[in-house]
C-alpha cells in the first residue's frame, strides 16, 4: 500500500508561515491584496476563484474578481489589468486561465507587472524561471508540486522525473524548476512513444495531462513516487486525476489524490505569492 501523499497538512504548514508574514505586513499598515480576473463564464474558473478568495479571507488577504463576459475586447482586458499594475493598494494579481481563444496570449499576460504576477505568466517571470532564478515567480500549481516532493522528503538531487504534459502553465515551468533541483528530467507529452516505459523507469512521475484515468498500472513500478496534477470530470461528473488511483495506489511507493493531493497546495502557494508580492511593494515603496 504506497503513502498517501495529502495535500492539507502541506496546505496547513505554508498557511501558518504566511501568518507570520501577514501580521508583520499588517502592524506596518499594508493590506495584502490580489485581484482576481476572470474572462468568460469556465465553472472551473468560477470554482478555483470561490476557494481562492474564501482560503485568501480566512488568512486575513483581501482579494475581489473582475468577472468580465467572453466577448470582451482585448484591448479592455489589457487595460485592465494595466490599471491593476499601476494601483497600490493591490499587491497581486491573478488572470484565470485558458483565455478565449480569439486573444493574443502574449499581448494580455504581459500586461500584468511582473512584481504583481503571482502566478508566473508573464514573459519576465518565465525568463527567470528558465534562467534558474531562485527568487522567480514560479506559477502556483508547479511550487504547489514543489512543497509536496519537500513536505514529503521525496529526493529531487539525482531523481529521474518524468513530467507528462508540456504546457507553459505547469509542464515546461515545472521541468525547469526540477532542473534548478538537480532532478534529471525528462518531459512527455502526447506524441511521446512508449511512455509508459519511460514512467516505470522514473523515480517520479509528475503528470499534468488533463486525461481522466489515463494513466494506468502499467506505467508504474513499486519504486515510483506518482504526483497527479490532473482535475478532471469522469463520466458522472466526480473530479478525478490523470491516475487511475484505486488501479495504482496499491502498486506504488506513494501517491497525491485527488481530490485532496496537489489541488489543495495551490491555493497555499497563491497565498505565499501574493504575500511575498505584498513584502516586494512594502520595500519598493519605502
Ligand atoms: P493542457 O494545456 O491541455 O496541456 C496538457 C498537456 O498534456 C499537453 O502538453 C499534451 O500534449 C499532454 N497530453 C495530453 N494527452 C496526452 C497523452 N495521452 N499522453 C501524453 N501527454 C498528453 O493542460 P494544463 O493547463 O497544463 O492542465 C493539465 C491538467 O492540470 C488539467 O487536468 C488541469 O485541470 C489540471 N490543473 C490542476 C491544477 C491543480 O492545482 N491541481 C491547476 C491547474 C491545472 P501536447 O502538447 O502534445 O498536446
Known amino acids: 500500500m504506497a503513502e498517501l501523499l495529502k495535500g492539507k497538512p502541506v496546505a496547513d504548514r505554508l498557511a501558518n ?36 478568495t474564501k482560503e485568501l479571507a480566512a488568512a486575513g488577504v483581501d482579494s475581489f474578481v473582475i468577472e468580465l463576459e467572453g466577448r470582451t475586447p482585448q484591448d479592455i482586458v489589457v487595460h485592465t489589468l ?12 491573478l488572470l484565470m486561465r485558458p483565455l ?23 514573459d519576465v517571470s518565465l525568463a527567470k524561471v528558465f534562467r534558474g532564478d531562485s527568487k ?11 512543497h509536496l516532493l519537500d513536505f ?11 513530467v507528462v504534459g508540456r504546457s507553459l ?9 526540477l532542473i534548478s533541483r538537480d532532478a534529471t528530467v525528462t518531459l512527455a507529452h502526447s506524441k511521446t ?29 513499486e519504486k515510483t513516487v506518482v504526483i497527479d496534477v490532473g482535475t478532471n470530470e469522469d463520466k458522472d461528473g466526480k473530479m478525478v486525476g490523470d491516475v487511475d488511483f484505486g488501479a495504482v495506489e496499491p502498486l506504488v511507493q506513494a501517491i497525491t489524490p485527488v481530490p ?5 497546495v495551490t491555493t497555499a502557494s497563491l497565498l505565499e505569492a501574493v504575500v511575498s508580492a505584498a513584502e516586494y511593494l512594502t520595500i519598493e515603496n519605502s
Open 82 to 93: 494595466k490599471n491593476l499594475s499601476a494601483d497600490d493598494a493591490v499587491a497581486g494579481i
Open 152 to 162: 514529503y522528503h521525496v529526493e529531487l538531487e539525482g531523481a529521474r522525473v518524468v
Open 260 to 264: 485532496g493531493g496537489v489541488g489543495a
Open 17 to 52: 508561515a504566511c501568518a507570520v508574514r501577514i501580521s508583520a505586513l499588517l502592524d506596518k499598515g499594508v493590506q495584502p491584496r490580489l485581484a482576481i480576473v476572470r474572462i468568460g463564464d469556465n465553472p472551473g474558473d468560477e470554482w478555483y476563484a470561490n476557494a481562492a
Open 136 to 146: 522567480a515567480s514560479l506559477p502556483c500549481t508547479v511550487k504547489a508540486v514543489l
Open 100 to 122: 478565449p481563444a480569439h486573444f493574443n496570449k502574449e499581448k494580455v499576460e504581459n500586461a500584468i507587472a511582473p512584481e504583481k504576477d503571482v502566478d508566473g505568466m508573464c
Open 169 to 177: 502553465t505547469i509542464g515546461k515551468p515545472l521541468v525547469q524548476a
Open 193 to 221: 512513444l512508449n511512455l509508459s516505459q519511460l514512467t516505470r523507469e522514473a523515480d517520479i512521475v509528475v503528470s499534468c495531462m488533463g486525461r481522466a484515468h489515463a494513466l494506468t498500472g502499467e506505467f508504474f513500478s
